[in-house]
């Protein structure tokens, strides 16, 4: 926070769209702490409400998407699903897409030379039931409680 923060525009970017996706790297079996960053400046949403009373955030979709060299991603999609629905996110089935390499060696998704299908596959699913599931809260919103 202070000079040079770049929230206030990433937040305006996030409460604008309809879906977000959360991608972190695996950073010693916790997601970075970049991504943890995100979900403590998304829970300050919770004080802002829509003219009805609603978080801004509800009937908006979230996903995660994670790559590491070791093992973890269901761990660390669970540490962000948790903090993502607790600040009013609305999770898709198949909610998450990750690529994890062989434990303790060199090769980072970024240098493969094509995505897995298996990634591809999960992560086409992620898009297929985000885009959905944006639709569908879209047409019906949440009623305020």
């Not at 702490?33 to 009937?59: C, F, K, M």
């Not at 999960?122 to 919103?141: G, P």
Request: glycine share 8%; aromatic share 6%.
């Amino acid at each position: 926070m202070g000079d040079g923060d770049a929230w206030p525009r990433i937040r305006e970017a996030v409460l604008d769209a309809d879906i977000l996706i959360l991608s972190t790297p695996i950073w010693l079996g916790h997601p970075s702490s970049v991504a943890q960053r995100v979900l403590e400046r998304l829970n300050a949403e919770q004080s802002h409400t829509d003219d009805q009373g609603r978080p801004v955030t509800y009937g908006k979709v979230a996903g995660v998407c994670v790559v590491g060299n070791e093992d973890g991603a269901h761990h660390v999609s669970a540490e962000l699903f948790q903090g993502l629905n607790d600040v009013g996110f609305t999770l898709p089935p198949n909610a998450v897409t990750y690529w994890v390499g062989e434990a303790m060696q060199g090769t980072d998704y970024q240098d493969l030379d094509a995505t897995p299908d298996k990634t591809k596959e999960t992560t086409d699913t992620l898009a297929s039931n985000a885009a959905h599931l944006a639709r569908a809260l879209k047409q019906d919103v949440y009623q305020p409680s």
